[in-house]
């Protein structure tokens, strides 16, 4: 398999300003939603992005879009830089890459046909296929796994997993090379998340894409990511194969997540360690010094509260930020259950 990188962020940083000062009605705080986040996903393969609600997962996937604008660092699409291109360049940048958005009720038109949503990115790129419009929607129907007779339905004639089909439908219609799916089964029955977890694997075994898949649900990511990395509160802190990240976590959060995971087979439930977080995460607006898990880590020591750990390289290939990541996977809090 090609190791060439298809979609890169290097330093990804994005402040959102946050309240104002009475005087000069100027923002005095920022949302540190991305704090320096950097990230590759090899042409071909999923690069799985976990973490708890409000780490930052869906702005690092708009900023990896484009669809906002880093407050700085650098986006590589197949190997060009796209981080400052816009009109032209950026509309065609766009071809190659695509989203697949959370709610498949909300990311639709209830007013547009199944057919003009499908076909919309062809008209904004100015693109008239060989066949028609009309039948390169219908192809792409098909390979989803909808009837292309149902062309001219609305939205609210479709059930979720359906228009969850209708998105993905939309987002191969310009042929890219890379799709940010963001959250895309967790609006889903668990049924209906297996049918579109097998279709997207048959997309990127047929058409060779490249995705990077978020979600919250580690069980998902495990099923379909060949790599992943693990966000906490803006910042990654460990990434790596998914094989090596699952099987023996190096950061005590990743280790407190995974064992968060329900265990399907009630004879091994009584092998499972419970790992219970104390605490809230704190606030992007003010996080803490140092460690930003240290808060919440029964591993903490004075020196995680001084200095940040780097994301660093360990015997096993993967990159944990963790001043102490060999006893976070051999030790568990007290509290464990």
């Not at 990188?5 to 990804?12: N, Q, R």
């Not at 300003?17 to 100027?26: A, E, N, V, W």
Request: glycine share 8%.
């Amino acid at each position: 398999m090609s190791h060439r990188i298809a979609l890169e962020g290097k330093d990804l940083v994005k402040f959102f300003p946050t309240g104002s000062s009475r005087i000069l009605g100027r923002p005095t705080n920022n949302v540190r939603a991305v704090d320096g986040v950097s990230f590759s996903v090899r042409t071909g393969t999923t690069l799985g992005i976990v973490g708890e609600s409000g780490c930052g997962k869906s702005t690092l996937a708009r900023v990896a879009t484009r669809l906002i604008d880093s407050t700085s660092g650098s986006i590589f699409l197949d190997g060009e830089e796209i981080t400052k291109s816009s009109g032209s360049a950026l509309r065609l940048s766009r071809r190659k890459i695509q989203m697949i958005f959370q709610d498949p009720y909300s990311s639709l038109n209830p007013r547009h046909s199944v057919g003009q949503i499908i076909g919309a990115p062809l008209q904004v790129q100015k693109i008239s296929p060989a066949q028609g419009e009309k039948v390169r929607v219908q192809e792409l129907m098909e390979l989803v796994g909808l009837n292309p007779e149902h062309y001219n339905r609305y939205p609210h004639e479709f059930s979720g997993g359906q228009r969850q089909r209708i998105g993905i439908a939309r987002a191969l219609i310009l042929d890219p090379t890379v799709i940010v799916a963001d959250e895309p089964v967790s609006a889903l029955d668990v049924s209906i998340q297996a049918q579109i977890l097998n279709l997207l694997e048959g997309l990127q075994r047929d058409l060779g894409l490249s995705y990077v898949f978020i979600a919250h649900d580690l069980s998902v990511v495990r099923h379909i990511a060949d790599d992943v990395a693990v966000m906490y509160l803006g910042k990654i802190v460990e990434t790596g194969p998914a094989s090596v990240v699952y099987q023996s976590p190096a950061h005590p959060y990743t280790k407190a997540l995974l064992s968060a995971v329900p265990v399907a087979n009630p004879a091994r439930r009584g092998d499972h360690e419970r790992i219970r977080l104390v605490g809230d995460v704190p606030s992007p607006i003010d996080p803490p010094s140092g460690c930003r898990f240290r808060t919440r880590c029964w591993l903490a020591t004075d020196k995680c509260a001084q200095e940040e750990p780097a994301l660093a390289p360990d015997a096993s290939g993967r990159l944990v930020a963790c001043h102490f990541p060999l006893e976070s996977s051999l030790s568990s809090p007290a509290s464990a259950v």
